[in-house]
């Protein structure tokens, strides 16, 4: 199975759009995703040069900076994305998958826990908004 380590940030993000900078692997990559009607995204990704997203992270990123090891777990012809967190997000595993099509029947590996696509409590952002709060609290408790 294969594994690499990931540094992601986000420069900007909204409820139908995000640009992210992200860290992998000696190469780095500006990527732009954009809502649209059900469960699939439009997205641009770029290559960028490392000196520069690590720039970007430092600079335009503030808070919003995680690193994760993605590990590639391939089950039933698909590629399933585990995402192992460290720092802020200590403790939260996301697997996700990218279908063919919308239509694409997914028999879930027996390991996948519940399913939480499109509950807002477990995007990034959100997961990080919790915890940055529950460490406040627990600074100024």
Not at 42 to 52: G, R, S
Not at 62 to 84: E, I, M, Q, S
Not at 91 to 110: F, H
Not at 115 to 133: C, D, F, H, S, W
Request: hydrophobic share 40%.
């Amino acid at each position: 199975m294969r594994h690499e380590h990931l540094r992601d940030g986000l420069i900007c993000h909204s409820a139908e759009r995000k640009v992210r900078v992200r860290i992998r692997d000696g190469s780095a990559t500006l990527t732009i995703k954009a809502k649209r009607e059900g469960i699939r995204d439009v997205e641009f990704e770029y290559a960028i040069p490392v000196p520069d997203a690590r720039e970007m992270l430092a600079s335009h990123c503030g808070d919003l900076v995680l690193d994760k090891t993605r590990h590639y777990v391939p089950h039933a012809g698909l590629v399933w994305h585990v995402d192992v967190y460290e720092g802020l997000l200590d403790g939260i595993v996301l697997a996700e998958v990218e279908l063919p099509d919308e239509r694409t029947d997914l028999p879930l590996p027996e390991w996948v826990g519940a399913e939480v696509t499109g509950r807002p409590e477990y995007k990034k952002i959100n997961l990080q908004r919790m915890r940055q709060a529950a460490s406040a609290r627990r600074c100024a408790g």
